[in-house]
């Protein structure tokens, strides 16, 4: 009985994951990797220089070094020279990264030459239990004219559930300058997938 009642649980997980990742084709490339292990994940302590000895990974082409993982960019967004510039009206997603559902943390490096009041929005996308693609403001950053850490943004709150194994799920990552006034630029985008804080 037990046995039974987990299959179906799993069947049904799996089927809602698989909804979920099939969005319309603007965004078909937003969630295209399907969650399995994360076990296969390098990773490290970029941010231990700060105080933060978690251990993240890097987010596919998150160095924004040739030959790396693409990402989906708009309005002017462009990479080289190992960065991210992200200039007024303008937005970059990462692919997509296996995670834990259990409050996947972010981090990334940021520099802002544009006006200091200037921000940059950060957003997490995410498979919904019935379908499409969620979205969760996770950050509202601050940045200067020297590369820094960001904050770290938890996605807590958030529903995650949308997994084939019950503990796994994808997610992505949108920026966004807030206003017209900044001129960002990003680099070294991480992710703790278990949210050791």
Known sequence: M??????????????????????????ANILSLLPGSCGSQTESQPFAAFGDSNSYTLIPGGDFQAG???????????????????????SA????????????TARLFVRNTGSP???????????????GVQTATIG?????????????????GQNLLATLSLSKTVIAFRFVPADGSGSWSIDGVYLDPYGRR
């Open 68 to 90: 790396s993982f693409p990402w989906l960019m708009t309005g002017g967004a462009s990479s080289g020279n190992g960065s991210l510039s992200l200039p007024a009206g303008s």
């Open 140 to 156: 509202d950053i601050t940045g200067s004219s020297t590369w820094s850490p960001s904050p770290a943004m938890s996605i807590q």
């Open 117 to 131: 009041s200037s921000h940059l929005i950060v957003q997490a996308l995410y498979p919904g239990l019935l379908g």
């Open 2 to 27: 037990f046995v039974r009642i987990r299959r179906v649980a799993v069947t049904a997980a799996s089927a809602l994951a698989l909804g979920a990742v099939a969005v319309p084709a603007a965004q």
């Open 93 to 104: 997603i990462s692919p997509a990264n296996c995670t834990s559902i259990y409050h996947p």
